[in-house]
Structures are given as structure tokens and as C-alpha cells.
């Protein structure tokens, strides 16, 4: 077993824990297996946000308000495309401007697209792309096959393409900035296949940390790889899972409202009940502390410190303290 540590990822809560992780270990120990159900494909390009997050924000040039995109960036390109908007025919997606690309970040869509269009592997493609960056770490596509989230809607207030109410993510996520009501959720994940490394990823490392990202679309396409939540089970007790619920609820997109919709706790508790038969302990705020023997009984140990990472410090410290956490069984 290697010194190396493999962090599930997805979305702005996880890019933000890598970077912190930097702070305590070498970018050479870490290998991020990264969410691929939110990718989509807009005006031809493959775009893959929850990579592209953890692109920019490791390689530091992470737009610090919005969370996502290029510091500095520029809208030229979209508001060009502006113009098509009273010629486009009814039921055309072309030219479309609800999902915002910089300018600059464009040139990662290119690049991705045009090395795809040529036979190379998402994963071939994220590492170029990571290189080109500068990042250090390993950044893993968690498949190389097209792997969608989809979200069921209320069909009246969004039929989607076959009028049964099922939109893709970015269409929930962005295009209704996630404020209708979820119904159900359809994982591509469990119709796709895990690459050998992401599998050698999580089987390997000497642990396992769970990102504070949302357990329902950013960690469960990640599990529903067939294969994946046997091999974490396998390895429980050296997994240490982050969460990103806050006193019930989430700093940053829609889990709280989400783990409310599937039936589920919108806490800490009921974080740990999402993730008791995969990992072994479970970073919670200081907020949540009141919630320890409560998640003790869901069959996991509840480790308390500050979780929002306002600081550099704080932000290392929970780095620091969720790999004491996954490596107490190591020894």
C-alpha cells in the first residue's frame, strides 16, 4: 500500500479541501477521482465542470466569488451568441446562453473536445489538461465512458426532451439555478464502467477521504460505478468522509433541500447514515456536535472541528484532521 491519498471529489466544496490538502501533503500523494455526472455537451463542446473546478482552484486561478470559471474572466463569446437569440427556431438548443463560458475558459472546452474528437481517453485528456496547469496532483476522471446525472422535474415546469419530466443536471443545476423540486434521479453511472486507475485509486492508497460535496450528485455517481462501493466497503476503516451539511444545511447548492426530496436527513446524521457502510468516520462541525452519538449509532465515528473554510489555517487543519481520522486504524 502506497503513502497515496485518494480524495472522492465533486464540485466546489471538494476543489476547496485539495487545495487545503496541499497545505499538509505533497501534490504528488494526492489523487482526486472526480465526478463526471454533471458533464454535458454545449455548441459541440464537452464540457466537464466539476474537473474544471478542481482545475482552476488548485491551479489557483479560480474565480474566488462565483466559486467556478476564471478569475478575470470575460463574457465576449456569450454575449456575441446573444444576438441569435430571436432567430433561433423553436426547439433549437443552438446558441444558447443560460450555461456561461468565459472566454478563456473556452480554450479548456476546445482543448478536451478536440483531443476526444481524435480517440484520446477523458482520463488522457484530464491529465494533459492537469499538466498543462501545473497542478502536481493526479486528477482522475472517475470513467471514461458518458456517464449522466439526470433529475426528474415536475414535467409542467420542465417537460425535457421526452416530456417525462427528465433534464440533465446542468439544466436542474444552472438553467433553474436548482430551485424546482427533485423527484428522482437517474445515475449514468450505473451504465458506465470505472477505468482500471480509478479502481487501483481507491484499492491502493494508503487512505481514503470523502470531499464535503453533495452525497447524492457528486459522491453517489462516483459509488454507482460498478465495483466502487465494494471496494471502499472493502477498506472501511481507513475512509474518512467530510460533511457538507452545516447545521442542517449546505453552505454552497442544493444537497440540504435534495437529501430532504429523496427522503433522507438533511444533517450530519443524516450524512452518516449515507455513508456508514463505506467509511469508518465522519468529519462534522462544531455546530453538529450535539449530532456524535447520534452518528455513533448510525455506525460511524463522529470526529468535531471547523469545517468552513473561511481561512487558509482552518482549511488546513480540517486537511489535517480528516487524514488523522482515516489513518487511525493504520496505526
Given at each position: 500500500m502506497t503513502r497515496r491519498i485518494t480524495v472522492l471529489c465533486g464540485g466546489v466544496g471538494a476543489a476547496r479541501f485539495l487545495r487545503a490538502l496541499l497545505a499538509v501533503v505533497d501534490a504528488g500523494d494526492i489523487c482526486a477521482v472526480v465526478n463526471t455526472g454533471d458533464d454535458t455537451v454545449l455548441h459541440g463542446l464537452h464540457i466537464?465542470?466539476?474537473?474544471?473546478?478542481?482545475?482552476?482552484?488548485?491551479?489557483?486561478?479560480?474565480?474566488?466569488?462565483?466559486?467556478?470559471?476564471?478569475?478575470?474572466?470575460?463574457?465576449?463569446?456569450?454575449?456575441?451568441?446573444?444576438?441569435?437569440?430571436?432567430?433561433?427556431?423553436?426547439?433549437?438548443?443552438?446558441?444558447?446562453?443560460?450555461?456561461?463560458?468565459?472566454?478563456?475558459?473556452?480554450?479548456?472546452?476546445?482543448?478536451?473536445?478536440?483531443?476526444?474528437?481524435?480517440?484520446?481517453?477523458?482520463?488522457?485528456?484530464?491529465?494533459?489538461?492537469?499538466?498543462?496547469?501545473?497542478?502536481?496532483?493526479?486528477?482522475?476522471?472517475?470513467?471514461?465512458?458518458?456517464?449522466?446525472?439526470?433529475?426528474?422535474?415536475?414535467?409542467?415546469?420542465?417537460?425535457?426532451?421526452?416530456?417525462?419530466g427528465m433534464i440533465g443536471f446542468q439544466e436542474y443545476f444552472v438553467r433553474h439555478r436548482h430551485g424546482i423540486e427533485t423527484r428522482s434521479l437517474d445515475l449514468g453511472a450505473r451504465r458506465a464502467q470505472p477505468t482500471d486507475a480509478v479502481i487501483t485509486a481507491i484499492t491502493e492508497a494508503e487512505v481514503v477521504l470523502i470531499a464535503p460535496s453533495n452525497p447524492l450528485v457528486s459522491i453517489a455517481p462516483i459509488r454507482a460505478l460498478p465495483g466502487v462501493d465494494a471496494a471502499l466497503a472493502a477498506r472501511r476503516d481507513t475512509v474518512a468522509a467530510i460533511s457538507p451539511l452545516i447545521g442542517g444545511a449546505a453552505l454552497k447548492g442544493p444537497a440540504d433541500r435534495m437529501m430532504a426530496e429523496a427522503g433522507l436527513r438533511p444533517d450530519a446524521i443524516g450524512v452518516a447514515e449515507a455513508y456508514t457502510s463505506i467509511a469508518r468516520a465522519l468529519v462534522i462541525d462544531r455546530v453538529d456536535a450535539a449530532a456524535v452519538d447520534s452518528i455513533a449509532a448510525a455506525g460511524m465515528e463522529a470526529v468535531v472541528t471547523d469545517t468552513i473554510m473561511s481561512t487558509p489555517e482552518i482549511a488546513a487543519n480540517l486537511a489535517a484532521v480528516t487524514l488523522r481520522a482515516a489513518r487511525a486504524a493504520v496505526g
Open positions: 466537464a465542470p466539476d474537473l474544471d473546478t478542481v482545475t482552476y482552484t488548485v491551479g489557483g486561478a479560480i474565480d474566488p466569488e462565483r466559486g467556478w470559471g476564471l478569475s478575470n474572466e470575460t463574457w465576449n463569446a456569450m454575449d456575441a451568441l446573444g444576438r441569435y437569440g430571436s432567430v433561433r427556431p423553436s426547439g433549437s438548443t443552438a446558441g444558447g446562453t443560460w450555461f456561461g463560458l468565459g472566454d478563456r475558459d473556452l480554450a479548456t472546452h476546445l482543448y478536451r473536445t478536440a483531443r476526444l474528437a481524435e480517440g484520446a481517453t477523458l482520463t488522457e485528456v484530464s491529465g494533459e489538461i492537469a499538466r498543462a496547469w501545473g497542478l502536481g496532483i493526479t486528477l482522475l476522471p472517475m470513467s471514461d465512458d458518458p456517464a449522466p446525472t439526470r433529475v426528474g422535474v415536475d414535467p409542467s415546469i420542465d417537460p425535457g426532451p421526452d416530456g417525462d
